[in-house]
């Protein structure tokens, strides 16, 4: 089992519609959360972060955590084209410094 | 404000050689982590440095390693570079090497071996 787990997709939606990326953690103990967007042969681009259990949300984006089921998402409300890449969820490892474990990534793909 | 630049963009070398490449962290950040993103894979943890130590690292072998300077930024050098060395290297830099702050990533640099 992998330490973060998401779907690889392609996740397809209309434009407009709502985008929702789901990701699982093993580590219990993890406590941050983020959310990158890649373009294709492009860097990771920081889109959220959530530490606490609950909806963050930040724009167009809603960050959710649910700790005692070990699962975090992301939701995109009013979809664009320009939304589609890959997203991915990391975790900060436990037990000290900053080390970010990804998941596979989900690929998103906004149809007009 | 400047972000996170790494150099150089692009890179090719032959099997054998040795590399270094550079990052400078976003202003007001201490904290600088090396990752390894191979072609269609999620980025891999390298190492992380912080007050010019290397405070965690990942499975990597020791033909990989790196320095932090005083003024935060880093390199990573990779030794006996193998054709498996061919990925993406990000640089992410943060606040604090021990703690939540978000890491934010540099453009790359692309090495591929020949």
């Known amino acids: 089992q992998k330490e973060v787990e998401q779907n690889s997709g392609p996740l397809s939606v209309p434009e407009g519609a709502i985008a929702s990326l789901n990701c699982t953690y093993s580590d219990r103990g993890s406590q941050s959360f983020f959310w990158y967007r890649q373009y294709s042969g492009k860097s990771p681009e920081l889109i959220m972060f959530?530490?606490?259990?609950g909806d963050k949300e930040d724009g167009r984006f809603t960050a959710q955590l649910n700790k005692a089921s070990q699962y975090v998402s992301l939701l995109i409300r009013d979809s664009q084209p320009s939304d589609s890449a890959t997203y991915l969820c990391a975790v900060k490892g436990t037990g000290g410094y900053n080390k970010l474990i990804f998941g596979a990534g989900t690929r998103l793909a906004v149809h007009p | 404000d400047a972000g996170v630049t790494q150099s150089p963009t692009h890179l090719i070398k032959t099997r054998g050689q040795q590399v270094t490449l550079r990052c400078s962290p976003k202003?007001?950040?201490?904290?600088v982590s090396w990752y390894q993103q191979a072609l269609g894979q999620e980025p891999q943890f390298i190492f992380q440095?912080?007050?010019?130590?290397?405070?965690q690292r990942g499975n990597f072998p020791d033909r990989f390693s790196g320095h932090q300077f005083p003024n935060y930024s880093s390199e990573l050098n990779v030794n006996a570079l193998l054709l498996g060395d061919s990925a993406l290297y990000l640089c992410?830099?943060?606040?604090?090497?021990?703690?939540?702050?978000?890491?934010?990533f540099g453009d790359g640099t692309r090495l591929s071996i020949l």
């Open positions: 992410a830099s943060s606040l604090g090497g021990y703690g939540n702050q978000p890491q934010h």
């Open positions: 440095y912080y007050e010019e130590e290397e405070r």
């Open positions: 202003s007001g950040h201490d904290t």
């Open positions: 959530i530490y606490s259990n």
